[in-house]
């Protein structure tokens, strides 16, 4: 690569997206051309209506359901050229998601959910152990490992999906509301947490939220609205 200047490396390109669902045979559409473009290190809001498409453009920008149209590259790649497995392996390995709904497995310990995904991708078990150990620990969860989802509270199963979405070290985190259920302390802290990653880490973060001073805190904002994405000045 020649750009190594000081110039910010291209990291996604959204081009042209659009998603329509089917529902009772007829059709739902749901983003409609929506384009963007990020740089690594960017950390932009995307806010907009409840069930205006938020978390479908989410989905589907982070190659977890496919669009109807258009394009997303990363690093110049269009990934949805890509065989399904390749796919896989490369959403595990660069992209990280902290969900609307955690998702956690309720039969595992918060040790072991941080743990799947290098377990998923073969990793040696000893090192995925010490580093999810480590990323218990930057999330402030070290006395709570063994517990599973049902032994946690909201905010503490929200650090262990944070947890979970860094083992890899993704070069991109999408967070769907990621303290949506929260006390404004608890939020305040995996905000902070998040901007440290940023920070230290160069992380290219995405955060969907209805929160307007999270948004505030964030360089760039977005609205969704009729089905793309507009920057917002406000
Ligand atoms: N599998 C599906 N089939 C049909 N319609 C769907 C499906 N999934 C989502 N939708 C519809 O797509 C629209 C967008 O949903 P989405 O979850 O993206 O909204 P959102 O902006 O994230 O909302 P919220 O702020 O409430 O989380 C909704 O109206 C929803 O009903
Ligand atoms: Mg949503």
Redesign the pocket.
């Known amino acids: 690569m020649s750009d190594r200047g000081t110039e910010k490396r291209e990291i996604l390109r959204v081009t042209d997206l659009s998603k329509s669902?089917?529902?009772l045979g007829r059709e739902?559409p749901?983003l409609n051309r929506a384009n963007l473009v990020l740089y690594e290190g960017d950390m932009l809001s995307v806010s907009?209506?409840?069930?205006?498409?938020?978390?479908?453009?989410l989905h589907v920008v982070g190659t977890l359901d496919r669009p109807t149209a258009g394009s997303v590259h990363y690093w110049g790649e269009d990934v949805f050229s890509m065989s399904d497995g390749v796919l896989a392996r490369f959403r595990n390995e660069q992209l990280g998601f902290i969900f609307?709904f955690h998702h956690l497995l309720p039969e595992f310990t918060a040790l072991e959910n941080v743990m799947i995904p290098a377990l998923i991708a073969r990793r040696d078990s000893r090192s995925a152990r010490e580093r999810a150990e480590g990323l218990l620990e930057e999330v402030g969860l070290s006395h709570r490992r063994e517990h599973r989802p049902g032994e946690l509270s909201g905010g503490e199963q929200q650090r262990v999906a944070i947890a979970r979405a860094l083992m890899m070290k993704p070069r991109i985190v999408f967070a769907?509301?990621p303290t949506g259920n929260l006390d404004e302390r608890t939020s305040d802290e995996i905000h902070e947490l998040l901007f440290r990653l940023n920070e230290d880490l160069n992380l290219t973060l995405v955060v969907?939220t209805?929160s307007a001073s999270l948004a505030k805190r964030l360089p760039s904002r977005y609205v969704?609205r009729d089905g793309t994405l507009e920057k917002s000045d406000g």
Do not use: L, N
């Open positions: 669902y089917y529902h739902v749901i907009g209506k409840s069930g205006i498409g938020k978390s479908t453009f609307q769907d509301e969907v209805h969704m």
